[in-house]
Nanobody, 123 residues
């Protein structure tokens, strides 16, 4: 098993930036494909970005392409989400997740989840 904890959320004005972190503990971090998801008020949890455990391939939801960047530091057991040019519609609780699948873009693909961190973007 792996335990995940997010941090770095907060309140930011539109156009600003935040960097989220996800620290993993437990089993070997490098064996997992990692993902970020978010849930906005009144909406379903949705995919944001993923970084595969093999090849380091990234994938992004269309609305965040060019603004968000996912990365990982296996030596620190940490994954990051750099969020730039933030918009009010990015307001949500952001969750990190882990899976031993190579490619994973849906909530059903992931086995382990953090408790989430709130991101609020004011207009």
């Amino acid at each position: 098993q792996v335990q995940l904890v997010e941090s770095g959320g907060g309140l930011v004005q539109a156009g600003g930036s935040l960097r989220l972190s996800c620290v993993a503990s437990g089993r070997t971090f490098s064996r997992y494909t990692m993902g970020w998801f978010r849930r906005a008020p009144g909406k379903e949890r949705e995919f944001v970005a993923a970084l595969t455990r093999i090849g380091g391939i990234t994938a992004y939801e269309d609305s965040v392409k060019g603004r968000f960047a996912i990365s990982r530091d296996n030596a620190k057991n940490t994954m990051y989400l750099q969020m730039d040019s933030l918009k009010p519609e990015d307001t949500a609780v952001y969750y990190c997740a882990a899976t031993d699948k190579i490619c994973a873009r849906t909530t059903y693909d992931y086995d382990y989840w953090g408790p989430g961190t709130q991101v609020t973007v004011s207009s």
